[in-house]
C-alpha cells in the first residue's frame, strides 16, 4: 500500500475541491486543436470561443449559437418532438440505444438538433443548431423531425430561418429512414422560399456527407466560418480514389468560397451583425436606430442640458 497516493494525495485532492467551490470549472485552460496553445477559459469565452493565438474557430454548441446570435433574452426554445429512439434495432460493437444515452448524458440534450424562436435586433427569426458534439451531428429521425418542426413553424409565423450547421452525415444506425430526412428538410426549404422567407445557411466544422448533399448547401445564402472543412467525402478518401495531390486548402471554406460554392466566409465576432444586416434587406426591413449619448451641453445659464 503507498500511503502517499492512497491516502494523502486524496485528502489534499478532497480539500482543495472543497476550497474551489462548485462553480469552477475543472478546467481553466483549453488547448486550441490548431496551434495547440493553451487559452484561458475566461479568455476563450470572452472571444467567443476562437482562439486567441490563430483565430480558430471551436465547436460550440446551441447555448453559445443563440447567445451570441439572439437579441438579449428574447429567444425560446422549441420542444424537441418525440421519436423512436431505436427503430431499426440496430447492433453494433456498441448498441445504438447506449450510444444515444451516452451522448445525451454528455450534452444534456435529447437530439443533435435544437431550435429556438427569437428576435435578431428586433426581426422575429428561428434559428436552427445542428451541433457536432452529439454523435457527430448526425442526421436521424430525431434531426429530421425537429428540423422540419421548427420550419414549418418558420413558415406559419413569417420568421426567416437560419440554420447553423456542422455534421459528419446520416447516421448509419437508422439506415434509410435517415436517408428519408434529406428530402423531407428539402421539402421543407422549399415551403420557405414559397411563403418569400429567406433561409441562410452557416456552415461550420465539419459539414460532410448527406447533409451538405442536401439541406446544408439549400440556402438562399450560404456563410461558412473560417477553415470550415466543407464536403462530401473526405479529402483522404477521394485522393486516394484519384490518386491525385489535392490543391492547397481543399474543401475549406475559403477554397469553396474562391470556386463559387459560398456567399461569405465571416468571423464569428461578426456573425451576428452580418445576419442581421442581410435579413434586415431580404425582409425590406429598416433595422433600427442606436442611441447616441453625446456630451452634456451648457444653456446659456450655465445649466448641463444632456442630448441623445
Not at 421539402?187 to 460532410?208: H, N, Q, S
Request: with cysteine.
Amino acid at each position: 500500500m503507498n500511503w502517499i497516493t492512497n491516502i494523502v494525495r486524496p485528502r489534499i485532492k478532497g480539500l482543495m475541491s472543497k476550497d474551489r467551490g462548485t462553480d469552477t470549472p475543472d478546467n481553466l485552460w483549453k488547448k486550441c486543436p490548431s496551434c495547440g496553445e493553451m487559452i484561458f477559459h475566461r479568455d476563450l469565452v470572452a472571444n467567443l470561443n476562437v482562439c486567441t493565438n490563430c483565430g480558430h474557430h471551436l465547436r460550440i454548441g446551441p447555448a453559445e449559437r443563440f447567445a451570441y446570435t439572439f437579441d438579449a433574452g428574447s429567444f425560446t426554445e422549441l420542444t424537441p418532438p418525440a421519436v423512436p429512439s431505436d427503430p431499426l434495432k440496430f447492433k453494433g460493437d456498441k448498441k445504438y440505444t447506449d450510444e444515444i444515452k451516452s451522448a445525451r448524458s454528455k450534452t444534456g440534450r435529447p437530439e443533435a438538433f435544437t431550435a429556438a424562436r427569437g428576435s435578431i435586433d428586433g426581426l422575429n427569426v428561428m434559428i436552427g443548431v445542428q451541433p457536432f458534439d452529439f454523435l457527430g451531428g448526425s442526421l436521424g429521425m430525431g434531426v429530421g423531425e425537429a428540423l422540419v418542426e421548427s420550419m414549418q413553424a418558420a413558415v406559419k409565423e413569417k420568421r426567416p430561418y437560419i440554420l447553423y450547421v456542422a455534421s459528419g452525415g446520416a447516421r448509419m444506425q437508422e439506415g434509410i429512414l435517415s436517408l428519408m430526412q434529406m428530402p423531407r428538410a428539402t421539402i421543407c426549404v422549399d415551403m420557405l422560399r414559397e411563403a418569400g422567407l429567406p433561409y441562410i445557411v452557416v456552415l461550420t466544422d465539419p459539414t460532410f456527407g448527406g447533409v451538405s448533399a442536401s439541406y446544408a448547401m439549400l440556402g438562399d445564402i450560404q456563410i461558412a466560418e473560417p477553415s470550415a472543412q466543407i464536403g462530401f467525402t473526405g479529402a483522404r478518401v477521394i485522393a486516394q480514389t484519384i490518386r491525385e495531390k489535392l490543391p492547397e486548402g481543399f474543401q475549406r471554406a475559403e477554397y469553396l468560397l474562391e470556386h463559387g460554392m459560398l456567399d461569405m466566409v465571416v468571423h464569428r465576432k461578426e456573425m451576428r451583425a452580418t445576419l442581421s444586416n442581410v435579413l434586415h434587406l431580404l425582409m425590406k426591413q429598416a433595422k433600427p436606430k442606436s442611441k447616441v449619448l453625446t456630451m452634456p451641453k451648457r444653456n446659456g445659464n450655465g445649466s448641463a442640458a444632456a442630448t441623445v
